[in-house]
C-alpha cells in the first residue's frame, strides 16, 4: 500500500451514538426536518464544511478538497417509510395511506406517533380491524392487510370521529412508526436502518478525516436527500459539474443475495438497470487495496437516489454502496461489521 493513503482510524462509538439519535428522530417523508435539524447539527461541528438547505429542504454540504477539477458528491436519505391519516372512521380510529413501500403486516402492532398539523402528538399503535383473537377467531389470521383493514387505535379516549378531531388530528397529518432501536451484540435492530445507516457511515467518514487533519482528494458535496422514498430526493440539489456520484444505500439481504450484515455491498444493477462501470471497478479496486469487506450485489425490486440524479439529466458517474441490512423495509436489522466497512470505504473514497 506504498502508493495509497493509509485509512485514518473510524470511531465506531460516535458512529453508533449518532445513528442512535437520529433512528430515535421520526422522519417519515414529507416530514424530515427533525432529522434534517439533527443531521445539520451534528455537520455543523466540522467547520470545514460550508452547510445550506435547498428550498426542497435536503442538506447540503460542500467540502472543499485538495483539487477541484473533478468535483464529487455523496448522497444518503434521512427520510424513512411512514404513513399519513387518509380518514378518520366513524369509531374514532384512523385508515392511513402509506409513505413508501412496504407491507402492512410489517408494521403491524408497531406503536406510532401522529403529527397533528397545528403541532402536537398523539400517540398509538397500528392494528388490523379484527384484531382480538377472543372476538374474531381465524379471520385475525385471513384478513388481508390493507388500507382498508388497518387502522391507528390512539392512546385516547375517543369512540367517534368528532372527538378525535377535537384532539386536533385531521387528514393528512403524518404518522410515524416506533423505530424501536437496540444494539446487542454489534448488532443495530431497528426500523428505518434504511437509510439512517447510511448517514452515521457519512458522518463517521467526515470525523476520520476530521480528526486526522485530512482533507477530501476533491471537493465533496454532500447531500442529505428528503424525498428517496418516493423516487425523488435525488432529482435535485447538486451542481451540474460533479463528475463522480457514490449513492450510500442499504444493501438488501434475503435468499439468493451475496449480501449480508458483516459487509458492504456495492449494486452493480438494480431495477433501475447497471450503475457506471467505471466507477464501480475503482470502487472495487479501493476496497480490495483496504482490505474492506465487501460483496458484489444485484437487487431485483429497488432504486436509489443516484438514479433519481440519472433520470433528472444529471451528467456524472453514479454508483451505490451500503451496509447490508437485513429484512428490508421491515423490522430491520444489521451489524457493526457492515457499518464500519461501509465507513471505510467512503472513507478510502474520499482520500482517492
Ligand atoms: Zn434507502
Redesign the pocket.
Known amino acids: 500500500m506504498a502508493d495509497i493513503p493509509d485509512l485514518p482510524p473510524i470511531d465506531t462509538h460516535y458512529m453508533l451514538e449518532f445513528l442512535t439519535g437520529l433512528l430515535k428522530t421520526p422522519s417519515p417523508t414529507g416530514f424530515t426536518d427533525l432529522a434534517i435539524a439533527f443531521t445539520e447539527q451534528a455537520l455543523a461541528a466540522f467547520p470545514e464544511l460550508e452547510i445550506s438547505r435547498t428550498h426542497k429542504g435536503a442538506l447540503i454540504a460542500k467540502w472543499p478538497g485538495k483539487q477541484d477539477d473533478a468535483p464529487r458528491a455523496l448522497t444518503a ?1 434521512v427520510d424513512t417509510l411512514g404513513a399519513m391519516v387518509k380518514e378518520i372512521k366513524y369509531n374514532g380510529r384512523l385508515k392511513l395511506t402509506k409513505l413508501g413501500g412496504f407491507a402492512w403486516n410489517a408494521v403491524e402492532g408497531e406503536g406510532c406517533t401522529v403529527f397533528t398539523h397545528d403541532g402536537k402528538i398523539v400517540r398509538g399503535s397500528i392494528l388490523l380491524y379484527k384484531a382480538s383473537s377472543h372476538v374474531h377467531s381465524s379471520d385475525v389470521s385471513d384478513t388481508k392487510r390493507s388500507d382498508d383493514t388497518m387502522e391507528v387505535r390512539l392512546d385516547a379516549i375517543t369512540h367517534y370521529a368528532s372527538a378525535t378531531r377535537a384532539l386536533g388530528i385531521e387528514v393528512g397529518d403524518f404518522v410515524a412508526f416506533d423505530p424501536r432501536v437496540e444494539v446487542t451484540n454489534g448488532f443495530v435492530r431497528s426500523r428505518h436502518l ?2 439512517k445507516a447510511c448517514i452515521a457511515n457519512m458522518l463517521a467518514a467526515i470525523k476520520a478525516l476530521h480528526d486526522a487533519g485530512l482533507k477530501p482528494a476533491q471537493t465533496t458535496y454532500l447531500h442529505i436527500s428528503n424525498y ?2 418516493v423516487g425523488h430526493g435525488g432529482a435535485h440539489g447538486f451542481p451540474a459539474d460533479i463528475h463522480e456520484l457514490l449513492t450510500l ?2 444493501a438488501a439481504i434475503g435468499e439468493g443475495q451475496p449480501s449480508d450484515e458483516f459487509h458492504a455491498t456495492i449494486c452493480v444493477k438494480d431495477s433501475g438497470g447497471p450503475y457506471h462501470y467505471g466507477l464501480n471497478q475503482k470502487l472495487r479496486k479501493l476496497a480490495d487495496e483496504y482490505e474492506i469487506p465487501y460483496k458484489v450485489d444485484i437487487y431485483p425490486y429497488y432504486g436509489s437516489d443516484g438514479e433519481a440524479w440519472w433520470r433528472a439529466g444529471g451528467d456524472a458517474a453514479v454508483s451505490l454502496i451500503g451496509p447490508g441490512v437485513d429484512a428490508s423495509h421491515n423490522y430491520e436489522r444489521t451489524h457493526t461489521d457492515a457499518l464500519v466497512a461501509t465507513t471505510k470505504w467512503v472513507v478510502a473514497y474520499l482520500l482517492n
Open positions: 436519505h434504511d437509510d428517496e422514498e444505500d442499504m
